[in-house]
């Protein structure tokens, strides 16, 4: 599996950003797709993760209300819609795949596929 993150930038607090991660080498609807951040010198922190099945979501209390994470099989492609960004929203964003469950994708140490991160910065 090849996943690449794109979609990173630099914004204002309170403005937007779109991520993409592009999937390649498996079938993307068998896979759950998650979205995770790291800054450093701190662990790789569970943002948000949709189940191929049904598209069923879930959030880190830290996003909950503020992003959205999708994905469009036809393109196999995910996305995560990120808006009202702050300060603490900066890190280097990763998206991962794994066929295991929704449960599982929340930690960094069980997943199987990594792309490489995409740096979001927000400004004041």
């Known amino acids: 599996v090849q996943l690449q993150a794109s979609g990173g930038g630099c914004v204002q607090t309170g403005g937007s950003l779109r991520l993409s991660c592009a999937f390649s080498?498996?079938?993307?609807?068998?896979?759950?797709m998650a979205w995770f951040r790291q800054v450093p010198g701190k662990e790789r922190e569970f943002v948000a993760v949709?189940?191929?099945?049904?598209?069923?979501?879930n959030y880190a209390d830290s996003v909950k209300g503020r992003f959205t994470i999708s994905r469009n099989n036809a393109e196999n492609t995910l996305y995560l819609m990120m808006n009202s960004l702050n300060a603490d929203d900066t890190a280097v964003y990763y998206c991962a795949a794994d066929r295991s469950s929704s449960a599982t994708m929340r930690r960094s140490s069980a997943i199987d596929y990594w792309g490489k991160g995409t740096q979001v910065t927000v400004s004041s």
């Open positions: 949709i189940n191929w099945r049904d598209s069923i979501t």
């Open positions: 080498g498996r079938t993307f609807t068998t896979f759950f």
